[in-house]
Nanobody, 127 residues
Framework: QVQLVESGGGSVQAGGSLRLSCVLS????????LGWFRQGPGLEREGVAA????????NYADSVKGRFTISRDNAKNTVDLQMNSLKPEDTAMYVC????????????????????WGQGTQVTVSS
């Protein structure tokens, strides 16, 4: 079992920045991916960004490309999401997740492949 704990959410005005962090309770497989998902009010949970543990391959949703950056620190068992140029439509609960058997590619943002989830941290962007 792996626990994931997120931090760093909050309220910010449009155009601002936030950095989310997620700490894993233990080492996971080198074949794993770590991802950030979000769920806005009345919306389904969607993949935002993901990174492979071994080579650091990344994948982003089109809506955040060029604004968000995902990074992992394997020594610290953490994965961060730097969010810049935030928009009101980025308002959501952001959740960290781990997929322990992952391959690099477009499917890295497929939520059904993730088997461990955090509780989430709220991000609110005001106009």
């Amino acid at each position: 079992q792996v626990q994931l704990v997120e931090s760093g959410g909050g309220s910010v005005q449009a155009g601002g920045s936030l950095r989310l962090s997620c700490v894993l309770s233990r080492l996971i497989s080198a074949k794993a991916c770590l991802g950030w998902f979000r769920q806005g009010p009345g919306l389904e949970r969607e993949g935002v960004a993901a990174v492979t543990i071994d080579e650091g391959y990344t994948n982003y949703a089109d809506s955040v490309k060029g604004r968000f950056t995902i990074s992992r620190d394997n020594a610290k068992n953490t994965v961060d999401l730097q969010m810049n140029s935030l928009k009101p439509e980025d308002t959501a609960m952001y959740v960290c997740a781990a997929n322990t058997n992952c391959r690099a590619g477009a499917w890295m943002l497929r939520r059904s492949d993730y088997n461990y989830w955090g509780q989430g941290t709220q991000v609110t962007v005001s106009s």
